[in-house]
């Protein structure tokens, strides 16, 4: 699971421009890596365009995700994941990068027909784009659900365990019911032999 693009894009006219952007390009040889990051922005940009305000979207591209939040504020926060990332903790990021991002920036910052690419500093992202690679350690319900995975396979270990005891058990208890019947012959066999004789 992996995230390579964070974005923040002013979508309120065409073409949408990119705010603020961070990249993870480390799993892309050093000769690729610009050609991907212009595809990323080149898609974003798409992507960004086609998401209406209040529009929360998920987008898969071949090995792909592009999960996309619009705000009515004229912005798109947006994430490109590989397909196995989880769409939850996405969009919980993207809510999260929003709201921070315009507390930051109010709009009057941004609304600027001739706001550059870029031109605006939001720092979090790189803290982000690292801290979400894992999506466990980010996400509290995530980590529970790892936690319980985990239990459960303890538990299914323990109940194995169980059965393999109970089978060793039940052929203990028929052994037993074999001795039993041995020793009640055993028994009759003995008094038998012990009748023909008294002691006093």
Do not use: W
Not at 129 to 151: F, H, N
């Amino acid at each position: 699971m992996k995230i390579f693009y964070i974005g923040i894009l002013k979508n309120e006219s065409k073409p949408a421009v990119e705010l603020a952007v961070e990249r993870d390009l480390s799993s892309y040889s050093r000769f690729t890596r610009n050609n991907y990051g212009e595809f990323m922005t080149l898609f974003s940009k798409t992507v960004a365009e086609r998401t209406r305000p209040g529009q929360r979207q998920d987008i898969e591209e071949q090995d792909y995700t592009f999960h996309a939040y619009s705000r009515s504020e004229g912005i798109c926060a947006l994430i490109i994941s590989d397909k196995d990332y989880p769409a939850l903790v996405a969009h919980q990021l993207l809510s999260k990068i929003a709201d921070e991002f315009l507390a930051a920036h109010p709009r009057t910052s941004f609304s600027s027909p001739s706001t550059a690419p870029n031109s605006l500093s939001f720092p979090a992202l790189k803290e982000y784009i690292a801290k979400y690679q894992d999506p466990g350690q980010a996400d509290s319900i995530m980590k529970i659900q790892r936690e319980l995975d985990e239990t459960k396979i303890v538990l299914h270990k323990t109940i194995e365990s169980v059965l393999e005891r109970g089978e060793k058990i039940d052929t203990l208890v028929e052994k037993s019911n074999d001795l039993s019947s041995q020793s009640r012959m055993f028994y009759t066999q003995a008094k038998k032999q012990n009748s023909c004789c008294v002691v006093m």
